[in-house]
Nanobody
Framework: QVQLVESGGGLVQTGGSLRLSCAASGRTVSSSAMAWFRQAPGKKREFVAGISWNGGNVYLADSVKGRFGISRDNAKNTVYLQMTWLKPEDTAVYYC?????????????????WGQGTQVTVSS
């Protein structure tokens, strides 16, 4: 079993930055693809960013390219989402997810473990 705990969310003004962290425990995720998804009120959960087990491959949703970055520190069993130039439409609950398969996917159902989420609110 893997437990994922997100942190770093909060309230920020338009144009601001936040860095989300996702700490894994219970089992190492160093061989797992990791991703961030988000869910805004009244909307479906959507893929934001994903990173392969060794960081060699990264996927970013078109809506965040050029503004967000994903990275990982396998020694710390932690994945990060650096968010810059935040917009009100980025407001959502952000979830960290782990995929025990070797592939990197944008598909929600491919992920086996999920955190509880952290709220990000961007004021205009």
């Amino acid at each position: 079993q893997v437990q994922l705990v997100e942190s770093g969310g909060g309230l920020v003004q338009t144009g601001g930055s936040l860095r989300l962290s996702c700490a894994a425990s219970g089992r190492t995720v160093s061989s797992s693809a990791m991703a961030w998804f988000r869910q805004a009120p009244g909307k479906k959960r959507e893929f934001v960013a994903g990173i392969s087990w060794n960081g060699g491959n990264v996927y970013l949703a078109d809506s965040v390219k050029g503004r967000f970055g994903i990275s990982r520190d396998n020694a710390k069993n932690t994945v990060y989402l650096q968010m810059t130039w935040l917009k009100p439409e980025d407001t959502a609950v952000y979830y960290c997810a782990s995929d025990t398969s070797l592939g990197l996917s944008r598909v929600e159902t491919e992920y086996d473990y999920w955190g509880q989420g952290t709220q990000v609110t961007v004021s205009s």
